[in-house]
């Protein structure tokens, strides 16, 4: 799985990055947290490869500072992506509402404040992971690099992916569909707006939303079995947490299966890109038709 997202996601999130630096000659708002997004998901796909080979010859030794590097780029890209994502959806609310730009956070200045504040933000969320990490090495002579879900002290960490769960996870999902319902109750009491394109990017809000739903979900929801079943009081045999990590196994590659569909998102969302886009192929058709 991690093999096939990599070819696949690498290809797709590096045409898009290449996209808006070479053929989009005026940001917006929504391009500045849809190149955020897919720069994001360039670094953590280029982490895959090695996961890859190190899974598949059941190598468990890391270089502790690759250890920490590769756990973090991998979170983050994980709860930046829904970040991003939301505040897309919150863009496309507002422009609904403020069709000629005039409010704030619609401005561009806006929008890369906004940005900066996301990385810090988690981050922030992020670092006590990497504590976990540093001290779960430490106790292992800094060879073996461990899972989230195979982490130090269960009920410590328990509390800590729960409560990362709800602020990551729960909480930006609600955004996104409480927005892309927003944008559905403005577009109903604005009968003569119907039809017009912000009809599309409403769908495709909803669609993203159900993509973070059904992709996400697995992942938080093992990740807390994994941490319960290891709690000592509950003494649940090894038999059952043996399947419960497989299970967790499984929901990892499904979860960071949004970094091969996101680049779909980014065709979708903005004219303005595919426009660019097509004008680009227009002019280097016309250069290579015009040369002897």
């Given at each position: 799985?991690?093999?096939?997202?990599?070819?696949?996601?690498?290809?797709?999130?590096?045409?898009?990055?290449?996209?808006y630096v070479f053929c989009l000659p005026a940001w917006k708002s929504t391009n500045v947290y849809l190149f955020n997004l897919s720069v994001s998901d360039l670094i953590f796909l280029c982490t895959l490869p090695e996961l890859s080979h190190n899974y598949t010859y059941n190598l468990k030794k890391f270089n502790a500072s690759v250890c920490m590097i590769n756990r973090y780029i991998l979170n983050v890209n994980m709860y930046s992506s829904i970040l991003f994502m939301m505040w897309v959806s919150v863009d496309r609310f507002l422009l609904l509402c403020h069709p000629q730009r005039e409010h704030i956070l619609?401005?561009?200045?806006?929008?890369?404040?906004?940005t900066i504040m996301n990385w810090i933000w988690v981050t922030i969320q992020i670092a006590p992971l990497i504590v976990f990490i540093i001290q779960d090495l430490d106790q292992n002579g800094w060879t073996v690099c461990r899972d989230f879900g195979s982490l130090g002290e269960a009920k410590v960490i328990l509390i800590y992916t729960t409560v990362l769960t709800i602020t990551g996870y729960v909480i930006p999902l609600l955004a996104l569909f409480l927005s892309s319902q927003k944008m559905v109750s403005v577009l109903m009491k604005r009968e003569e707006m119907r039809g017009t394109s912000f009809q599309r990017p409403v769908r495709i809000v909803r669609i993203a939303a159900f993509m973070f739903l059904l992709l996400y979900t697995p992942i938080h929801v093992m990740r807390i079995a994994r941490f319960t079943s290891r709690l000592p009081e509950l003494n649940v045999s090894q038999c059952i947490m043996d399947y419960i990590n497989s299970a967790y196994i499984v929901s990892r590659p499904i979860a960071?299966?949004?970094?091969?569909?996101?680049?779909?998102?980014?065709?979708?969302?903005?004219d303005s890109f595919k426009e660019a886009l097509q004008d680009k192929w227009r002019q280097l058709k016309r250069m290579l038709m015009t040369k002897p």
């Amino acid at each position: 799985m991690y093999g096939l997202e990599f070819t696949i996601g690498f290809i797709g999130n590096l045409f898009v990055v290449l996209g808006y630096v070479f053929c989009l000659p005026a940001w917006k708002s929504t391009n500045v947290y849809l190149f955020n997004l897919s720069v994001s998901d360039l670094i953590f796909l280029c982490t895959l490869p090695e996961l890859s080979h190190n899974y598949t010859y059941n190598l468990k030794k890391f270089n502790a500072s690759v250890c920490m590097i590769n756990r973090y780029i991998l979170n983050v890209n994980m709860y930046s992506s829904i970040l991003f994502m939301m505040w897309v959806s919150v863009d496309r609310f507002l422009l609904l509402c403020h069709p000629q730009r005039e409010h704030i956070l619609l401005t561009l200045k806006a929008a890369v404040c906004i940005t900066i504040m996301n990385w810090i933000w988690v981050t922030i969320q992020i670092a006590p992971l990497i504590v976990f990490i540093i001290q779960d090495l430490d106790q292992n002579g800094w060879t073996v690099c461990r899972d989230f879900g195979s982490l130090g002290e269960a009920k410590v960490i328990l509390i800590y992916t729960t409560v990362l769960t709800i602020t990551g996870y729960v909480i930006p999902l609600l955004a996104l569909f409480l927005s892309s319902q927003k944008m559905v109750s403005v577009l109903m009491k604005r009968e003569e707006m119907r039809g017009t394109s912000f009809q599309r990017p409403v769908r495709i809000v909803r669609i993203a939303a159900f993509m973070f739903l059904l992709l996400y979900t697995p992942i938080h929801v093992m990740r807390i079995a994994r941490f319960t079943s290891r709690l000592p009081e509950l003494n649940v045999s090894q038999c059952i947490m043996d399947y419960i990590n497989s299970a967790y196994i499984v929901s990892r590659p499904i979860a960071y299966f949004h970094s091969v569909i996101n680049p779909v998102f980014y065709f979708l969302m903005t004219d303005s890109f595919k426009e660019a886009l097509q004008d680009k192929w227009r002019q280097l058709k016309r250069m290579l038709m015009t040369k002897p």
